[in-house]
T-cell receptor, first 110, second 114 residues
Framework: GDSVTQMEGPVTLSEEAFLTINCTYT??????LFWYVQYPGEGLQLLLK?????DKGSNKGFEATYRKETTSFHLEKGSVQVSDSAVYFC?????????FGKGTRLSVIA | DGGITQSPKYLFRKEGQNVTLSCEQN?????MYWYRQDPGQGLRLIYY???????QKGDIAEGYSVSREKKESFPLTVTSAQKNPTAFYLC?????????????FGSGTRLTVV
């Protein structure tokens, strides 16, 4: 079945630092790829997605590129803010319900 | 505005009790899902339903039951057979089960055994 590996957290950054959260996946065929974000005490929200190889998903300054050759979908942001503090989940979508990684907790300090 | 409503936000269960978590959506989505979230373990799939009157077990279905009598509703019952039910439960929906559909999540129910 599908699986996903995310970098271990927590990740602590200063405001305006560059963010990378690594994500690699295993899936049958060429799944769509998603990043979700969870703020404290809330459900998950879709952050961005990419549906085919070399697609770049983007939203709120975050970006991720679908790399078929390395089966990766790393999340990046050029300048993080305190309000970006949350848990981030990578998820491939094949023929079965979404499989989520364990999540990466990001803390941004002013 | 369309969305998913989970209730209650907090729920306390005594040992040996069954409890039911509500999940309602007004997005006209065909598919609905229940996930369990424990600290450090990410989300694990309990049950999902692709269409009314049909549902499938996920990875951790033991001790749980669901029904899908209406398109907009997908309640989850945590039975007394679930030995460690304390967790954060998340309901989600999607237009279908095609791989390009993202999920819309509710705000969750935190269940605690007392």
């Amino acid at each position: 079945g599908d699986s996903v590996t995310q970098m271990e957290g927590p990740v602590t950054l200063s405001e305006e630092a560059f963010l990378t959260i690594n994500c690699t996946y295993t899936a049958t065929g060429y799944p769509s790829l998603f990043w979700y974000v969870q703020y404290p005490g809330e459900g998950l929200q879709l952050l961005l997605k990419a549906t085919k190889a070399d697609d770049k998903g983007s939203n709120k300054g975050f970006e991720a590129t679908y790399r078929k050759e390395t089966t990766s979908f790393h999340l990046e942001k050029g300048s993080v803010q305190v309000s970006d503090s949350a848990v981030y989940f990578c998820a491939p979508s094949g023929n079965t319900p979404l499989v989520f990684g364990k999540g990466t907790r990001l803390s941004v300090i002013a | 505005d369309g969305g998913i409503t989970q209730s209650p936000k907090y729920l306390f269960r005594k040992e040996g009790q069954n409890v039911t978590l509500s999940c309602e959506q007004n997005l006209n989505h065909d598919a609905m899902y229940w996930y369990r979230q424990d600290p450090g373990q990410g989300l694990r799939l309990i049950y999902y339903s692709q269409i009314v009157n049909d549902f499938q077990k996920g990875d951790i279905a033991e001790g749980y039951s669901v029904s899908r009598e209406k398109k907009e509703s997908f309640p989850l019952t945590v039975t007394s057979a679930q030995k460690n039910p304390t967790a954060f439960y998340l309901c989600a929906s999607s237009p279908g089960t095609g791989e390009s559909y993202g999920y819309t999540f509710g705000s969750g129910t935190r269940l605690t055994v007392v």
